[in-house]
């Protein structure tokens, strides 16, 4: 989340900035500011406050973003290829280095620069780039068997477009996107702002 | 979130359930659970507990989700056209009602059962379909443009995929989902269960 908010700073050519000036910002409290980035190093100067690309570039180093992540997609229809070719996945944090289907048809074919493989060479291509990133865009009924295939694998986190409950196992967490559970938060946001509440 | 812990309990076949067995389930507290239901009407029974179909279904109502909601998808790239064909996007709570790019080679095109139309007729669709939701899946330099046609349109909550910072207008809001700030977090969710934390 500091991350997120420092990148934001950054676009915007803020330099330093206070915990003050970044608890109004982004509605945290200044106390928990200092509180959390002290634990990270002293990053803070007493009435200067903090440089904005050191501790940027500090916390990139801390969550592992200075390294290159391998990442292998499972699925190759719309979504797997709108994945792919996303620019976020062709750099050096996230690299795609790998993508799989089951569907003979699909197999062989040329995505986003990358040959389309059986999932049967999923466990070899992980062990020889070290791919520890997965990506699900698998329909919801093959959601379980692509997971544990990428957990056999030794990928150690996978985001899932797929609605499905994934039951998740020891070193390999699941992060899971659902299209529908955001659609209806929004839904319900569209109504409110349609209808005044009347509890 | 209770919506998603009783549709859980639905695909179990759970058909009662006390909150003290639903704090224990959710990892939530039985009283915060009594107290938040309680507000919805009176749903649990002292020594019996809640009727998962019962609540479900008044949750549903109270959320809007027993109506249809229009949706309007911008851009019908590989992402656009993977969401416009979810089956969660054909039903009844949720329905594709218009797909838009400013693509010559894309508009008239048949994607998901519509022809994708030209921006240009956004407004009047919204405004012939009632459509108050609007999906957008156009690259980051289009982002802030299609979300203002969207708004100026009447749509009042969009759902936002493009790597791009939104400026909200008052009455459409947006929920982004940044495909890199998910991975980012995975990253160091994985790189957490490879190396020993050393703070």
Redesign the interface.
């Known amino acids: 989340m500091y991350?997120?908010c420092l990148r934001?700073l950054q676009?915007e050519g803020v330099e330093r900035i206070s915990s003050n000036a970044m608890a109004q910002r982004f509605h945290l409290s200044s106390s928990q500011i200092r509180k959390d980035l002290a634990?990270f190093g002293e990053f803070g100067i007493r009435g200067v406050g903090y440089e904005v690309d050191a501790l940027a570039n500090h916390l990139r180093e801390l969550?592992?973003?200075d390294r290159t992540?391998g990442?292998v997609v499972v699925g190759v229809?719309?979504?797997g290829?709108?994945?792919s070719?996303?620019p976020?996945?062709q750099r050096d944090?996230?690299r795609v280095v790998g993508l799989f289907d089951t569907d003979p048809a699909k197999v062989g074919s040329e995505v986003a620069g990358h040959v389309v493989r059986p999932t049967e060479e999923l466990a070899d291509v992980v062990a020889e780039t070290g791919a520890?990133?997965g990506i699900l865009a698998v329909p919801a009924p093959a959601a379980q068997a692509s997971y544990d295939l990428l957990a056999d694998a030794g990928v150690?986190?996978?985001?899932n477009f797929a609605?499905a409950?994934i039951k998740e196992r020891a070193?390999t967490?699941v992060?899971s996107?659902d299209?529908?559970?955001?659609?209806?938060?929004?839904?319900?946001?569209?109504?409110a702002?349609?209808v005044p509440p009347t509890?």
């Open positions: 991350l997120r934001k676009t634990a969550m592992g973003l992540h990442v229809g719309n979504l290829t709108a994945l070719r996303f976020g996945l944090t996230f520890r990133l150690t986190a996978v985001l609605p409950q070193g967490s992060r996107i299209i529908r559970v955001v659609l209806e938060e929004l839904a319900h946001r569209s109504i702002l349609d509890i």
